[in-house]
């Protein structure tokens, strides 16, 4: 079983949907939880962090469930420039782990006109 | 402007030969790490560094060596002994995100492709 799963998509939606993605982890010494966006051929860039009191920032929502070792993000009125791969990134930590970051596979949003 | 750079953007190699990707910060982090990412797949840990002259392997470290004399330099040789080198090669640096969390922050990579 891996670490982080997500669904890879992709997830075609037209524009102004809102789209929801969903992660999934299995260490609970999991601490720290990211969202991160990567666009073609680029680097991945830090979208924002989750916590369990959920976060938002303008048309994106992300969520944690530490019970149920599941993280989501929520994405409202779709824009074309939201077309991305969006990584569910965790953070372990404990010394046999120097905060090591744990990277899902990715799942990949195509927003149409 | 702070940031990550990685030089270069693409780079093509033969095979038996070994090549340094760089890796430079001036965000004053002292943690670094290298990733490679494959199509379809997700990134995956070659070595990392939490302080000047000091470095661990990761996952996939076979293949691979890197140094850290300066805390703003972090490179990467692959050697001829990586047996599957083409791949997109990412650094990043060790920052905080908000709320005390610290997180990643990524360089704009390093494409190898071996001929």
């Known amino acids: 079983r891996k670490e982080v799963e997500q669904d890879p998509g992709p997830f075609n939606v037209p524009e102004g949907a809102t789209v929801a993605f969903n992660c999934t982890y299995s260490?609970?010494?999991?601490?720290?939880f990211f969202w991160y966006r990567q666009d073609c051929r680029k680097e991945p860039k830090l979208l924002m962090s989750v916590y369990s009191s959920g976060n938002e920032d303008g048309r994106f929502t992300a969520q944690l469930n530490r019970a149920s070792q599941y993280i989501s993000l929520l994405i409202r009125d779709s824009k074309l420039s939201d077309s991305a791969t969006y990584l569910c990134v965790v953070r372990l930590y404990g010394s046999s782990n120097t905060g090591k970051l744990i990277f899902g596979q990715g799942t990949t949003l195509q927003v149409k006109p | 402007d702070g940031g990550i750079t990685q030089s270069p953007k693409y780079l093509f190699r033969k095979e038996g030969q070994n090549v340094t990707l760089s890796c430079e910060q001036n965000?004053?982090?002292?943690?670094m790490y290298w990733y490679r990412q494959d199509p379809g797949q997700g990134l995956r840990l070659i070595y990392y560094s939490q302080i000047v002259n000091d470095f661990q392997k990761g996952d996939i470290a076979e293949g691979y060596s890197v140094s850290r004399e300066k805390k703003e330099s972090f490179p990467l040789t692959v050697t001829s002994a990586q047996k599957n080198p083409t791949a997109f090669y990412l650094c990043?640096?060790?920052?905080?995100?908000?709320?005390?969390?610290?997180?990643?922050?990524f360089g704009p990579g390093t494409r190898l492709t071996v001929l």
């Open positions: 260490n609970s010494a999991s601490q720290s």
């Open positions: 990043a640096s060790r920052g905080m995100a908000d709320r005390g969390l610290y997180t990643q922050y």
């Open positions: 965000l004053n982090h002292d943690a």
